[in-house]
Nanobody, 111 residues
Framework: VQLQASGGGLVQAGGSLRLSCVAA????????RAWYRQAPGKQRELVAR???????TYGDSVRGRFTISEDNTRNTLHLQMNSLKPEDTGVYYC??????WGQGTLVTVSS
């Protein structure tokens, strides 16, 4: 099983990025799938999750700005991030909970 995240980069505050996570060896919708992030010196936190029933949950700090979605034909999970803030900076990890995780992609938001 492999999860390959991409789409991170450097963006100015107020900008947007779209992260993608391609799954191989497993169906992306085989269980709850999620994006987490870890900022320097902080614990990993949930950004967004699609539950097995298809409903979504978001972390309080990103609700209304980020959107999680998936393309089952491409076995891919996405995270659309709008109105980015410097505090969104961190490494973003995609995963199929609880067991499978990608390597992370770095998002840096400059002020």
């Amino acid at each position: 099983v492999q999860l390959q995240a991409s789409g991170g980069g450097l963006v100015q505050a107020g900008g947007s990025l779209r992260l993608s996570c391609v799954a191989a060896g497993i169906k992306i919708n085989s269980n709850a799938r999620a994006w987490y992030r870890q900022a320097p010196g902080k614990q990993r936190e949930l950004v967004a999750r699609i539950k097995p029933d298809g409903s979504t949950t978001y972390g309080d700090s990103v609700r209304g700005r980020f959107t999680i979605s998936e393309d089952n034909t491409r076995n891919t999970l996405h995270l659309q991030m709008n109105s980015l803030k410097p505090e969104d900076t961190g490494v973003y990890y995609c995963g199929i909970e609880p067991r499978y995780w990608g390597q992370g992609t770095l998002v840096t938001v400059s002020s």
